[in-house]
């Protein structure tokens, strides 16, 4: 009983930061290498306690119910595609996952920017919170164009959280094997859905203002600035890097837009997934957020949960999924190591029908190589 209440006071605490707080500090990105290999890769964000995610591996035939403001009454689905999802302090809410046809999906916090449909009991059979979403799209398709053809056969409702009186806020980045890109956001009760060739996805304003904001840094190019000559002085760029002056450094979603735009456009050539794998990991390291008042959501949660939780990081956790060679590939704030978890080598028909879940860390501390020699 302890630990089913413990939960339920980091959930509130949880949501109760997160609509505090204007952005939840999420960037994701994708890349697509020489041969067609495809990776979606994002950070996870959050400020005083760790998430303690686990990889979530769910089964085909997994039955779902989806919830709405009179309990858990919504649509009833089973599992049709078996998925790998990170979920968020021991529930089964999914933040971020890939079904076994190569879809990906993530969620990300956008506070103030939702209009979820009005609930109607005679709806029920078809509806669900948003927070159930993702668990939603990658059990039932397989494409992102399948997503664009069926996604508002649902509604998402805004389900009150009992302990804070409060919904929970959020659109989604999606990607598939085939390099196809969407955000989708509820605008009305019903979804909108924005094609992302940029491959890009922070948080609010709507993804159409981030797009449109890019017009404001046309001057951010891959060529720095030649040296000028200034009546008869000549005047020489201070070192390497000009071609960049001006791209914003903070840390707001509309700065983080611009900046993951730039480095992924800046990318290397990719031959292949597997190097575009190394490049997301780079390119997210730019993103990876310190301890501090106002670099993430979570922070004034201290003064609420006395935890115990070792925090390095405002960064839980990194990932890298490989929708191309179906593999998840992620590091956190307290394990640099990259590890990987393999969707070919899981039977997901024959898996049994409950959840699996596997720790991020086995230990909360970095793996060390010690290549100290004996001399």
Known sequence: MKSINFKTLVLSILLTTITIFNTKACTGICL??????????????????????????VPRGFKFIGSTPDGVNGIKYDTKYGFVGLDIIGTNFIADGLNEKGLSMGMFYFSGEVGYANYEKKYANKSLTSMDVTSYV?????????????????????????AIGRTTDLHWMLNDKNGDSIVIEVVDGKFKIFDAPLKVCTNKPSYDWHMTNLRNY?????NGFSAKTLNGVEIKPTGHGTSLLGMPGDNTPPSRFIRATIWTQLARELTTAEEAVYEVFRILDNFQLPIGDDTAEGNIAADLLKSSDIMRSSTIWTTAWN???LTLNYHTQHNRRVRRLDLKEIDFGNMGTKIVHIKLDKEKKEDIDNITPKL
């Open 323 to 325: 929708l191309t060679d």
């Open 138 to 162: 990658l059990s039932q398709f397989s494409s992102v164009k399948e997503v664009k053809e069926k996604i508002n056969d649902v509604l998402i409702v805004p389900v009150i959280e009992k």
């Open 32 to 57: 697509v290498a020489k041969d067609g290999g495809v990776v979606y890769g994002r950070t996870m964000e959050w400020g005083t306690f760790d998430l303690n995610s686990r990889v979530a591996i």
């Open 218 to 222: 046309l001057n951010l190019t891959q």
